[in-house]
């Protein structure tokens, strides 16, 4: 497991196309390249922005979703629960090509419908912005259902006493919610919420790859997939080394940020 | 104690996520047997994209050669999977016979390995077969296999060139020739046409991760992708061109701007009425398009030589042993005979490299019949030029600046003079 990250590192103080016998040592080079280069922020940029929006579609919905499936709706959870879950076993390449074509923004089904009530799609692949929202949904509708799945049964693990208790009290369901619900389950929420921000710049990467290759003009790429775009499109291994090493320098940094002042506030249960 | 170890946890996690490996290694256990000289051929045709034909193709040559037997071994991710398999096998000292070279690593492949031209093999062992190549093959195609200092590295063999497909019934519907358009000014014209009418888009122009239908449009306008190792296409020709398709996308809106799947989509469904995509996209086309459909050759510049790039890979020689370079030959020549060639159009999609194949009784005569969406890109095998690219290390990089351009100059962002002059500037910058 650390060979390959090690590997990286060596790569990224050398030049090197992958196919050449010889690698040139450039020492630093590589590093102030990268950092030179405004598409490093770009696509830093735009990885902030996948972020934030898978969070959003794959953090906050499921949470809310998981909440009122176990308190407020009565029946057919468990048709819910596998509806909800069975995206997660269809590969997500696949998922792309399927929303390639229902997503196709002249002739797709949801262009057609979107077109009886006279609206018009936007053409989301070559438009910046939209192409990101896209390529989010499609990432999510893989791995909301996982998402959701843990919640849920964290959620549902909470004693119902506390719960019922607040019932009693006339408490309304979104105090419930926030007052008791997220904090008692905080273990697994903060689990989701980290491996959505690192499954999910992983996951984006598929759509990317088949949707878009990165485009337009480097609208749609996120870190993970550049560094890919670097080193098995352009073939420069050592430029797409250090971004991969920075990349990781950055998530390093806002882990540590995460336990220093997050990991106190959560609440564990068998503490 | 549990912090750490959560800690420790996640940091490897994300470890695994920036560490990018890649897998590689397949050996090929092919032990000697027998008297018959064993050579490898290698190829990039998965089970889907003409494999099935290889390994047919493979199987005749061995069952009617009583000196070679060819062991055929796929080589995953295409023609790099290929080029990396080489270098690793070629260090070791065990380099197949036969190879496909894709053209985009024509210069890589003659600078980095030892090859003999096969033209050079002929004269020495099969005098016979002396006038072979120029007998069979047109000059321009063999060209296509030429390296920058002139060497034949190899022959062409798998070959695609772009054409334009037609919605009869939506061009019918417009009041337009069925025949489609000859010249760009016409699809110009055709495309404005058709949104007027039928409110459908006019035009497509594939948008994959390359700029080879790009290059047919500029260049068959007397613009150069490159002239003496530097990119010379901001050109006025190249100026022009380029325009003509932006103005139809950001202009005039008849044209549709969008990636290649969904825009080839678009076609099959309907929503577009013409498009310019290779034709190895044909049976995917005449499979699932509802409408009448037909391809008609390469719109052409009023006045101007078209100039189509070449798409696909040619058969190089790696062999280094005498005996081997033999065997390669033999199965070469098989590989191009009437019949072979007749099975790899089949099987693959592609045109045939050599004349005599198209109107050949043993040859694809009744499946050209049968096809008639393939003549376009037949008829035009003559005006096919090398698919530039650029020269050296930067060579990738610099074609990534023109996929770039294409986004900003289509999404509207710049004009095409802008972007065309401004890239041209970049890649000589880089190409230094």
Request: charged share 20%; aromatic share 14%; glycine share 6%.
């Amino acid at each position: 497991m650390f060979w390959p990250f090690l590997y990286t590192i060596y790569l990224s103080f050398f030049d090197w196309n992958m196919i050449k016998p010889t690698k040139e040592f450039v020492g630093l080079q590589n590093y102030i390249e990268v950092l030179k280069d405004p598409l490093t922020y770009k696509v830093f940029g735009n990885s902030a922005v996948y972020i934030f929006i898978l969070l959003l579609l794959n953090f906050t919905v499921p949470y809310i979703f998981a909440f009122i499936l176990d308190f407020v709706i009565g029946r057919m959870k468990s048709f819910y629960k596998s509806a909800f879950f069975l995206p997660a076993f269809i590969s997500l390449v696949v998922g792309s090509i399927l929303f390639t074509w229902i997503l196709n923004p002249v002739s797709g089904p949801v262009a057609i419908v979107m077109g009886w009530f006279g609206l018009e799609m936007p053409i989301w692949s070559k438009l910046d912005g939209w192409v990101i929202f896209i390529l989010s949904l499609i990432t999510s509708w893989k791995i909301f259902g996982y998402n959701f799945i843990l919640l849920y049964a964290s959620i549902n693990g909470i004693s119902r006493e506390v719960i019922e208790a607040a019932r009693l009290d006339n408490v309304p369901l979104w105090k419930i919610f926030f007052h008791i619900v997220v904090p008692m389950s905080s273990a697994t929420g903060i689990y989701i919420f980290i491996i959505t921000i690192v499954q999910g710049l992983q996951f984006a990467f598929t759509p990317i790859k088949v949707i878009t290759q990165g485009g337009p003009n480097y609208a749609s790429s996120n870190v993970i997939y550049h560094a890919y775009h670097e080193a098995f499109v352009l073939y420069r291994t050592g430029h797409s080394a250090a971004l991969s090493i920075l990349t990781m320098v950055i998530f390093v940094i806002l882990l540590i940020v995460e336990f220093k002042y997050v990991e106190r506030g959560i609440y564990y249960e068998n503490k | 104690m549990k912090t750490l170890s959560r800690f420790w946890l996640l940091f490897m996690a994300v470890v695994f996520l920036a560490a990018c490996s890649d897998e590689e290694g397949d050996s090929s256990g092919a032990a000697a047997s027998g008297d018959k000289v064993k050579i490898e051929y290698w190829h990039v045709n998965a089970e889907t994209q003409g494999g099935k034909t290889v390994e047919e193709l493979v199987k005749e040559f061995n069952a009617q050669s009583d000196t070679v037997e060819v062991v055929a071994k796929f080589n995953p991710d295409m023609y790099k999977g290929l080029m990396q398999n080489l270098q690793a096998e070629a260090a070791a000292g065990n380099a197949p016979a036969v190879v496909q070279i894709g053209w985009a690593f024509l210069d890589y492949f003659s600078n980095n390995f030892s090859y003999t031209e096969p033209q050079s093999i002929i004269d020495q062992y099969f005098t016979e077969d002396k006038t072979f190549l120029t007998d069979h093959f047109l000059p321009n195609v063999m060209d296509l296999a030429k390296n920058s200092e002139g060497s034949q590295v190899g022959i062409p063999y798998s070959l695609s060139n772009p054409v334009l497909y037609i919605n009869r019934d939506l061009l019918r519907e417009a009041g337009l020739d069925e025949n489609g358009p000859k010249t760009w000014q016409e699809v110009q014209q055709f495309s404005k046409v058709i949104k007027e009418k039928t409110g459908k888009y006019g035009f497509y122009l594939q948008e994959p991760a390359d700029n080879w239908a790009t290059q047919a449009l500029l260049e068959s306008n007397g613009a150069q992708m490159i002239t003496n190792g530097k990119a010379t296409f901001a050109s006025p020709e190249g100026i022009e061109a380029y325009s003509l398709w932006a103005d139809m996308i950001v202009k005039e809106k008849t044209a549709l701007h969008i990636g290649w799947d969904q825009g080839i989509q678009s076609f099959i469904d309907g929503n577009v009425a013409m498009l310019y995509t290779t034709i190895a996209q044909r049976s995917n086309v005449q499979n699932n398009a509802q409408f009448d459909v037909a391809t008609v050759k390469s719109p052409v510049w009023e006045g101007k030589e078209v100039k189509l790039p070449a798409g696909g890979a040619m058969l190089a020689i790696t062999a280094q042993k005498e005996e081997q370079q033999k065997a390669a030959w033999e199965f070469m020549k098989f590989l191009y005979s009437v019949e072979s060639v007749a099975k790899w159009t089949k099987g693959t999609g592609y045109v045939p490299p050599r004349e005599g194949v198209a109107d050949a009784e043993n040859g694809l005569k009744q499946f050209l019949e049968e096809n008639e969406m393939m003549q376009a890109a037949v008829d035009q095998m003559d005006v096919i030029v090398p698919w530039t690219s650029f020269p050296g290390d930067a060579g990738l990089q610099a074609e990534q600046l023109l996929l770039d351009m294409r986004d900003q100059i289509l999404g509207g962002t710049i004009t095409a003079e802008e972007g065309l002059t401004s890239t041209q500037d970049a890649i000589n910058e880089l190409l230094k």
